[in-house]
Structure formats: structure tokens, C-alpha cells
């Protein structure tokens, strides 16, 4: 079956100028992540969906950093006003609700870079 | 708080000999530890994950992995290393402190394996 999608795979944006990642992912999973993966760094959390409900965004380095997933499925991570130090892969994963360890499976990643 | 450590930047190791890829971690409660791979410009692909049960977890494309609680350590193994496993190798804990599966990242080990 189709694993996780995302898009655009590379943007490239001008300081100041906003952004909107896609994840697709794979379908009737209820768990949705986001990370971001710097240069030469492991993934990093953002935010967690379950479903629609955004349970944890602890991770979101600023305000700046907004992300929905309005209709349980499909998610969008979105960057106003971008700076040079967002730059960096974002990565989605999705899980299958599960009683232990459910397994996340990734996305290839956007890569974002701000010029 | 969850952490975990791969102490090794690169490993270097020829075709058909084994190769390991060294992670220890720092958890409270019971660890819940995987294995991904990155391959250029790809997301991370699961290899393996430990759960519960017996410390030694084989997964995909011949890799297997040690849980040792004693010297928290789960080091993923291979007994005959191809040119194809040159790859980036990421060990993750999973953080419950939210009550789901978040990962929390080592920084990554780089595998080369030469002909």
C-alpha cells in the first residue's frame, strides 16, 4: 500500500515569506507527528496529531510555526515570516493506534531552505 | 529525561564483514527503542524495534538489534555487512511523558562499507 507522502519535496523561500508543508499519511492511521532534522542532526518532535486534536506542540520552535490536520487525515505544517535557521528537513510520520511502541512510519521530508 | 546516545559519528567497515552500530539510552520505566535507516535525500525507514520479550530483535534486510539493560544499550548488528547498508543509522527511545509514542533521536551514525 501507499506509505506517507509529502510536498513539496524542496521549497526554496525568501526570508519573510510564509510556507505550507503536506503530509499525506497512510490512510486510517489516527497518530500523525511532525519533526524537524537540521543539517548532520537526528529528527527533532514538533507536534503530535490524534486524529483532528493537536494533543502536544511542545516541540514548535516559535509562533511562527502553526500545523492542522483538520479532517484527521491529511496534515499541513505551515511557517510564517521564515528565517534563515528554519531551514532544515521536515519530516512527517504516521501511526496505527496500538496498545505498545506502534511503529512510526516517515515521509520522505520537505526540504526547506530560506535564503 | 528520555535521551540517547550513538558515540560514534561514522563507521567504517568492509563488504562481508560484520558491522555494529553502537546506542545506549537513558530512560525511566521500561524502554521502548527502535532502529531507521536514511538513505540520501529518502525519510527514515524502519528496521527494527524493542518492545518486550527476548533482547535480541531481528528486522529487515538482515539487521537485528541487542537489548542490554544492564548496560542500557541496544546495538544494531549485522553478521555480513553489503555496500548497499552505506547509509545514515538513527537509534530513537520512545517519551511516554505525553502519553503516546513520540521518538526522541540519537544524532545519527554514518555506515560506509567498502568493497
Known amino acids: 500500500g501507499a506509505g506517507v507522502s509529502q510536498s513539496p519535496r524542496y521549497k526554496v523561500a525568501k526570508r519573510g515569506q510564509d510556507v505550507a508543508l503536506r503530509c499525506d499519511p497512510i490512510s486510517g492511521h489516527v497518530s500523525l507527528f511532525w519533526y524537524q532534522q537540521a543539517l548532520g542532526q537526528g529528527p527533532e518532535f514538533l507536534t503530535y496529531f490524534q486524529n483532528e486534536a493537536q494533543l502536544d506542540k511542545s516541540g514548535l520552535p516559535s509562533d511562527r510555526f502553526f500545523a492542522e490536520r483538520p479532517e484527521g487525515s491529511v496534515s499541513t505544517l505551515k511557517i510564517q515570516r521564515t528565517q534563515q535557521e528554519d531551514s532544515a528537513v521536515y519530516l512527517c510520520?504516521?501511526?496505527?493506534?496500538?496498545?505498545?511502541?506502534?511503529?512510526?512510519?516517515f515521509g520522505p521530508g520537505t526540504r526547506l531552505t530560506v535564503l | 529525561a528520555q535521551s540517547v546516545a550513538q558515540p560514534e559519528d561514522q563507521v567504517n567497515v568492509a563488504e562481508g564483514n560484520p558491522l555494529t552500530v553502537k546506542c545506549t539510552y537513558s530512560?525511566?520505566?521500561?524502554?521502548?527503542l527502535f532502529w531507521y535507516v536514511q538513505y540520501p535525500n529518502r525519510g527514515l525507514q524502519f528496521l527494527l524495534k524493542?518492545?518486550?520479550?527476548?533482547?535480541l530483535v531481528k528486522g529487515s534486510y538482515g539487521f537485528e538489534a541487542e537489548f542490554n539493560k544492564s548496560q542500557t544499550s541496544f546495538h544494531l548488528k549485522k553478521p555480513s555487512a553489503l555496500v548497499s547498508d552505506s547509509a545514515l543509522y538513527f537509534c530513537?527511545?520512545?517519551?511516554?511523558?505525553?502519553?503516546?509514542?513520540?521518538?526522541?533521536f540519537g544524532a545519527g551514525t554514518r555506515l560506509a562499507v567498502h568493497p
Open positions: 510520520a504516521s501511526s496505527s493506534r496500538g496498545p505498545f511502541g506502534d511503529t512510526q512510519y
Open positions: 524493542y518492545i518486550t520479550g527476548d533482547n
Open positions: 530512560v525511566s520505566g521500561n524502554p521502548y
Open positions: 530513537a527511545v520512545r517519551d511516554m511523558s505525553g502519553g503516546y509514542n513520540k521518538l526522541i
